[in-house]
């Protein structure tokens, strides 16, 4: 089965409104890390937050490594922050493989 | 910081030719290389993951016949689609990683078959 489950699987908000992004995974992750794709494509890495709380800028990102699950707050969103949203984790084997989500797409209307 | 270029940013290719991608890390060492694609409309699939002095580990439905890599040093790898069709198309991502880090991306490149 999927290893790295994504919710939802879009998203729509008002300006200014809060997003709550959801990474669920099926086993023990020794990085968990969360990016945003560019309408163009390319990906950015937002935090990097293998267990605990992290902050940067608006975002901020719980991983719970117990319960298998990350979550990625955006507050008041804007409409820059139209996108999709990815959550990678690692395999615990060390082999440095990152497994990607199915992605959130956001969108953040005016 | 640490940067990772990727070129080029978009391609062209002909249905059964080849195309090579490249991949440049600046300000650490690329010990770990990932190749990614994105399929239209799908999340990233790992294609191979290149350690620096291992083998380069190919995931499933993926060959080094099909995709060569190359990752001779610490800051460059490259990689080739041999006879590329319409399936192919995609976005390819290199990833690269000191082992002890997160991973940087490159931008991508974009690639389109005819």
């Known amino acids: 089965g999927q290893q790295v489950q994504q919710s939802p699987a879009s998203l729509v908000l008002q300006e200014g409104e809060n997003a709550e992004l959801q990474c669920n995974f099926s086993?023990?992750?020794?990085?968990l890390q969360w990016f945003y794709q560019r309408p163009g494509g390319s990906l950015v890495s937002l935090l990097y937050?293998?267990?605990g709380t992290k902050h940067t800028g608006r975002l901020t990102s719980t991983t719970v490594t117990k319960e298998r699950r990350s979550s990625l707050h955006i507050s008041s969103s804007q409409t820059t922050d139209s996108g999709t949203y990815f959550c990678?984790?690692?395999?615990?084997?060390?082999?440095?493989?990152?497994?990607f989500g199915s992605g959130t797409q956001l969108t953040v209307m005016p | 910081g640490a940067l990772v270029y990727q070129y080029p940013r978009r391609t062209i290719c002909k249905s059964g030719t080849s195309m090579r991608m490249e991949c440049q890390a600046v300000?650490?060492?690329?010990?770990?290389v990932a190749w990614y694609r994105q399929s239209p409309q799908k999340t990233f699939e790992l294609i191979a993951l290149?350690?620096?002095?291992?083998?380069?580990?190919?995931e499933q439905n993926f060959t080094q016949e099909k995709f060569p890599i190359s990752h001779p040093n610490l800051s460059f790898s490259s990689m080739t689609v041999l006879n590329a069709y319409l399936e192919d198309r995609g976005l390819y991502l290199c990833?690269?990683?000191?082992?002890?880090?997160?991973?940087?991306f490159g931008s991508g490149t974009r690639l389109l078959v005819i």
């Open positions: 990678a984790m690692e395999l615990p084997s060390g082999s440095w493989q990152l497994i």
């Open positions: 086993s023990t992750a020794t990085r």
């Open positions: 937050n293998p267990s």
């Open positions: 300000g650490f060492q690329a010990t770990s």
């Open positions: 290149s350690t620096v002095n291992s083998a380069i580990k190919y």
């Open positions: 990833g690269a990683s000191t082992g002890d880090s997160d991973y940087t």
